[in-house]
């Protein structure tokens, strides 16, 4: 239950009115737009297992925080399956919170390494990018 009207005078010292306010609430809340939050990441190198942990650290923090991540393989090597269970693993979080990880530029080796990705999309070099 809120207040449907109030009003608010100010006076001067000599108690003239100096200025009046009149707030008038919605009888309903104005409905809240959601905020989309992308972050796109373009990772380069050769992951094998020693080097899944700071990429497992940082799809983890941007899969709670992000809407979206768009992972760009371009310059990528995944040498271990560990990469794509850390890349899987943050596709979950994201499609838990109604959110998606896009995985783009995958070239046949990489997407190779992924095709038991549950979690993520993933598009090949210069295929089309389906729209969220």
């Known amino acids: ?10 006076t001067d010292g000599a108690g003239r009115p100096a200025m009046s306010l009149h707030a008038t609430a919605a ?9 989309w939050l992308t972050a796109n990441v373009r990772p380069a190198g050769s ?11 940082l799809l983890g ?13 371009a310059a990528v090597s995944l040498r271990s399956g560990q990469a794509a269970d850390a ?5 979950w979080e994201l499609e838990r919170r109604g959110g998606c990880l896009l995985c783009i530029n995958a070239d046949d080796e990489v997407r190779a390494c992924l095709g038991r990705c549950r979690h993520a999309v993933v598009v090949g070099p210069g295929e089309p990018t389906p729209v969220p």
């Open 27 to 35: 009888s309903a809340p104005a409905p809240l737009t959601p905020v």
């Open 1 to 10: 239950m809120g207040i449907e009207h109030a009003e608010y005078r100010v």
């Open 61 to 73: 923090a941007l899969s709670m925080s992000a809407s979206m991540v768009v992972l760009d393989l």
């Open 47 to 57: 992951f094998g297992r020693a080097d899944v942990g700071r990429l497992r650290d």
């Open 87 to 91: 890349i899987d693993e943050a596709g």
